[in-house]
C-alpha cells in the first residue's frame, strides 16, 4: 500500500477519533448542565420560604437569599438519581437531609442565622458535577 494512502487513512481516523470525542463532551455538558442555568432567588412571596429544585447535577437555584430566622425549604429531587442535601457554614452542618430519590419532595425547617452557608450534595462526587449552592442569610 502507497505510503500516501497509509497517511491519509490515519487522518482519517484522527479526524472522526476527535469527532466523537468532542460529541461525547458535548453530550456530557447537556446531561450535566441539564438545560438550567444559576439564579439568585429570594425565598419566593414568602421571604422565609424557597423551593430547591435538585437534578442531575444542579440545584436551582444555586443562590438564594433569606433572613435570618426559621427558614423552610422544600427540596424537589426532579433528576433520575437519588440527592442528598446539605448545609454547612464553617465547620458546622445546619441541614443533613438523606437521600431524596427521583420525584421525591421533602419539607425542611431550621432556624438559620446570618452568614453564608454552602449547600452542596455529599454522595458521590455530585458536589464537583455541579450539586452545589450558596444560601445567603442577611
Known sequence: MPAV???ERARIAAL???TLALAAVVVIVAFVRD???PAAARAGGDPMRVTITMRDFRYAPQVVRASPGVLTIELRNAGRLGHAFHVRKGKQLWIEERRLLPGERRIVRRRLEPGDYRAFDPLSNFEELGM???L???
Do not use: I, Q
Open 136 to 138: 445567603v442569610v442577611r
Open 132 to 134: 452545589n449552592g450558596t
Open 16 to 18: 472522526v477519533a476527535l
Open 35 to 37: 438545560g438550567s442555568t
Open 5 to 7: 494512502m497509509v497517511h
